[in-house]
């Protein structure tokens, strides 16, 4: 089941040769510690570039955006069983 959320969250992300990858964000007091990182892409609405990072945590799949201009995280979606 898929679940809408566009929540803002703090991400702990390692930035490493032009690459970003998520490993820990903080989510309604809990933090949730990514174990892979399954698909990353990016969007344009305008200007504004986002690129997308589709998680697994704790047998849970969470898309994470970063949008590159106002250097905000968001949650967008949770997948559960």
Same mark, same amino acid.
């Given at each position: $089941?898929?679940?809408? =959320?566009? #929540?803002? +969250?703090?991400?702990?992300?390692? !930035? #490493?040769?032009?690459? =970003?990858?998520?490993?820990? !964000? ?7 510690s990514i174990e892979n +990182?399954? !698909?990353?892409? %990016?969007? $344009? %609405?305008?200007? @504004? ?9 704790? %047998?849970?799949?969470? @898309?994470?955006? !970063?949008?590159?201009?106002?250097? +905000?995280?968001?949650? @967008? %979606? =949770? #997948?559960?069983?």
């Amino acid at each position: $089941m898929s679940v809408l =959320i566009h #929540e803002p +969250v703090a991400v702990v992300a390692v !930035f #490493e040769k032009g690459r =970003i990858r998520p490993i820990l !964000f903080r989510w309604k007091d809990k933090k949730i510690s990514i174990e892979n +990182v399954s !698909f990353t892409w %990016q969007t $344009m %609405q305008g200007k @504004e570039r986002s690129l997308h990072f589709t998680v697994v945590a704790a %047998q849970t799949l969470y @898309e994470l955006v !970063f949008n590159t201009s106002s250097i +905000v995280w968001n949650i @967008e %979606q =949770i #997948e559960t069983n």
